[in-house]
């Protein structure tokens, strides 16, 4: 059974950094794409980041471009999502997502062409 589980959140002051963690089961890293998203209070569920099957990131938001950086270790199962000086506007459930077709070496752009998603974890940012 796939399986998404992420972890690193919590609370933090504006300016630090944390990483997050989603460790995969079932499934290699290399053969999908995979994404985080996030869900804001009271906002949609918008896409932050994906890493396709040849590693290759994208990143979906501008302002968070040069404050993210997403990797993986294909060996350990695991993708990353490194946020640093972190903002109040950052403060949200983030969530892992695995690309519904397999071996295509580009990032959905659409939250819906992902089929396996996590629990989520949740940062905020706050005084």
């Known amino acids: 059974q796939v399986q998404l589980v992420e972890s690193g959140g919590g609370l933090v002051r504006p300016g630090e950094s944390l990483r997050l963690s989603c460790i995969a089961s079932?499934?290699?890293?290399?053969?999908?794409?995979m994404a985080w998203f996030r869900r804001a209070p009271g906002k949609d569920v918008e896409g932050v980041s994906c890493i396709s099957t040849s590693g290759d990131p994208r990143y979906f938001i501008d302002q968070t471009k040069g404050r993210i950086t997403i990797s993986r270790n294909v060996a350990k199962k695991t993708v990353y999502l490194q946020i640093d000086n972190l903002e109040p506007e950052d403060t949200a459930v983030y969530y892992c997502?695995?690309?519904?077709?397999?071996?295509?070496?580009?990032?959905?752009?659409?939250?819906?062409?992902?089929?396996?998603w996590g629990q989520g974890t949740e940062i905020t940012v706050s005084t």
């Open positions: 079932e499934f290699a890293l290399d053969y999908y794409a």
């Open positions: 997502a695995r690309a519904q077709t397999p071996g295509a070496n580009s990032c959905p752009d659409s939250l819906y062409d992902y089929a396996a």
